[in-house]
């Protein structure tokens, strides 16, 4: 008999919305999109991911959004892919998943009037889902640009976007649409 765990049925996406966020309030979460992840051998998603990424730091960038940069551990800021490169004085934090853990960053973006954080990164079940998680539970509203978040598997990016849209608390906080839908 087959174990019906494995047999369920996959809900419905959940609806992208264009957002109209102030960009004095405003920052960009660039999350691990690193060399050592973020290429076609290793992530595919998340190399075909990187023109968007950049599209969106240059828009919320022209408009004076703050952008904030991670990497994990074992990597360093000179990681960072060079197409979405930190510029003079953007903030480079070192965590595990939860970027707010053990660094600075919540300090960085109050200090600079955040309320809201726009979040793209690798991988999604990581980095994404508990950094959005954590800004939620400090008090942030989050975007999360769904197609600038990318993982080893499909599935954790549809798990990701299914718990963000419908997690206690985190589902009235969060926000879900494209890197192209997000104007400043």
């Given at each position: ?104 960053l919540e300090k960085l973006l109050r200090d600079k009037g955040v309320k809201t954080v726009v979040i793209v990164g690798s991988a999604a079940h990581g980095a994404v889902l508990y950094t959005a998680g954590a800004a939620v539970f400090r008090g942030f509203e989050v975007v ?41």
């Open positions: 008999m087959a174990n019906p765990l494995f047999h369920i049925e996959v809900p419905p996406p959940p609806k992208l919305e264009t957002v109209t966020l102030a960009p004095k309030s405003t920052a960009i979460l660039v999350l691990d999109i690193l060399q050592q992840n973020c290429t076609a051998a290793r992530r595919p998603r998340c190399a075909a991911s990187v023109s968007r990424i950049r599209r969106l730091l240059d828009k919320g960038r022209s408009k004076a959004v703050v952008v904030a940069y991670s990497v994990f551990p074992q990597a360093a800021a000179s990681d960072i892919l060079a197409e979405i490169t930190p510029e003079a004085g953007e903030p480079v934090v070192t965590s595990g998943p939860d970027k707010f853990l053990g660094t600075d999360v640009a769904v197609d600038g978040m990318s993982a080893d598997i499909t599935y954790a990016e549809q798990y990701t976007t299914w718990h963000l849209a419908n997690a206690p608390i985190l589902a009235d906080h969060t926000k879900l649409t494209r890197c192209d839908l997000v104007r400043f």
